[in-house]
Antibody, heavy 120, light 111 residues
Framework: QVQLQESGPGPVKPSETLSLTCTVS????????WSWIRQPPGKGLEWIGE???????KYNPSLKSRVTISADRSKNNFSLRLNSVTAADSAIYYC??????????????WGKGTPVTVSS | QSVLTQPPSASGTPGQRVIISCSGS????????VNWYQQLPGTAPKLLIY???QRSSGVPDRFSASKSGTSASLAISGLQSDDEAYYYC????????????FGGGTKLTVL
C-alpha cells in the first residue's frame, strides 16, 4: 500500500524559499504523476503542480513563476520549492499521487500534510 | 474565488439525502471528469468519487455522483453523523497550460 510523507525544515521567513520533500513508500515513483496541493488556514484546496518521471512538470499558472517541482528516483521522493514566499503562502502542504489515464485525472493517495508558516 | 463553484454549506438530519452541487465551465467540468474529495476535521482530504461517478475503494454506496454538461453533483443518502465534513469537487482545466482546479468546498453539517 502506497504511503506518502511530507517533510520540511519548518518555519520560513518572508522572501525566502520554501522547500518540502515527499517520500513515497510501498511503491515506486516511476510511471506515476505526483502532485503538490496546499490549503491555507480555514480555506480550500489549491493545486500547486505535478511531476512525471523526474522531468515532466506542470504548474498552477498562478504560482508558475515561483514554483519548481523535482523528483529523485534513486531516493523515491519528489520535492517542492516555492520562491519569494509571503504570509499568503502559509498553509498545510500536501503531496499526493496523481492518477492520469484514459481521460481520468484524480488524486488517489494523499500524505498527512505538513504545516508551513511564513513569518519573520 | 474558486474556479469551480460549490455552496459553502449544506445540512441534513440523520437518514436524509443531501445533494451538493458543483458548477464549472467548458474548459473544466464540460471537458473533463469530475472528482470528489471528503475532508474530515483535522485530516487530509480523501478521494471519494473519481471519473464523474466511480466510488473509490471502500466508499459505501450511500455516496453517488453524477455530471451533466458543466455541472456535477454529489449525493449522500442515509446521512450519518460521521459524514460531517468538507466536500470538494475537482477537475482538470484546459485554460492556459492546463491545471487542476478545485471548488471552494462545502461544509456538510449533520443536524
Amino acid at each position: 500500500q502506497v504511503q506518502l510523507q511530507e517533510s520540511g525544515p519548518g518555519p520560513v521567513k518572508p522572501s525566502e524559499t520554501l522547500s518540502l520533500t515527499c517520500t513515497v513508500s510501498g511503491g515506486f515513483i516511476r510511471n506515476y504523476y505526483w502532485s503538490w496541493i496546499r490549503q491555507p488556514p480555514g480555506k480550500g484546496l489549491e493545486w500547486i503542480g505535478e511531476i512525471y518521471n523526474e522531468g515532466n512538470t506542470k504548474y498552477n499558472p498562478s504560482l508558475k513563476s515561483r514554483v519548481t517541482i523535482s523528483a529523485d528516483r534513486s531516493k523515491n521522493n519528489f520535492s517542492l520549492r516555492l520562491n519569494s514566499v509571503t504570509a499568503a503562502d502559509s498553509a498545510i502542504y500536501y503531496c499526493a499521487r496523481h492518477v492520469r489515464s484514459w481521460g481520468a485525472s484524480y488524486l488517489d493517495v494523499w500524505g498527512k500534510g505538513t504545516p508551513v508558516t511564513v513569518s519573520s | 474565488q474558486s474556479v469551480l463553484t460549490q455552496p459553502p454549506s449544506a445540512s441534513g438530519t440523520p437518514g436524509q439525502r443531501v445533494i451538493i452541487s458543483c458548477s464549472g465551465s467548458s474548459s473544466n467540468i464540460g471537458g473533463h471528469t469530475v472528482n470528489w474529495y471528503q475532508q474530515l476535521p483535522g485530516t487530509a482530504p480523501k478521494l471519494l468519487i473519481y471519473s464523474d461517478n466511480q466510488r473509490s475503494s471502500g466508499v459505501p454506496d450511500r455516496f453517488s455522483a453524477s455530471k451533466s454538461g458543466t455541472s456535477a453533483s454529489l449525493a449522500i443518502s442515509g446521512l450519518q453523523s460521521d459524514d460531517e465534513a468538507y466536500y470538494y469537487c475537482a477537475a482538470w482545466d484546459d485554460s492556459l497550460t492546463g491545471h487542476m482546479v478545485f471548488g471552494g468546498g462545502t461544509k456538510l453539517t449533520v443536524l
